[in-house]
């Protein structure tokens, strides 16, 4: 399967509440294309869904770093914002 084959899949599992399932999904497409920025901001939501915050953590914050290495620092400064909640919900153990 090519990456975009497995984001589509992933997404689907992921409306249909098979998060983990999902996560696997856009961790291949990632796999296979590291530069799919939605892959990333998809499975920062999946592995939120899941319990895995720093995991989520990670992967927003190299979706902003994508995004700010293709001059595109206005949309990574609008991820900024669930970073931070994130990693607020870490340090107050939420």
Do not use: C, H
């Amino acid at each position: 399967m090519k990456a975009n084959e497995f984001y589509q899949q992933g997404s689907d599992r992921a409306r249909r509440g098979l998060y983990k399932e999902a996560f696997e999904d856009f961790t291949q497409a990632i796999n296979l294309n590291p530069g799919f920025v939605e892959a990333y901001m998809i499975r920062a939501d999946t592995r939120t869904l899941l319990g895995d915050k720093q995991g989520a953590v990670t992967d927003f914050q190299k979706a902003i770093d994508i995004y700010k290495a293709r001059g595109r620092a206005d949309i990574a400064d609008m991820l900024l914002t669930p970073l931070q909640a994130l990693k607020n919900e870490i340090e107050w153990g939420e």
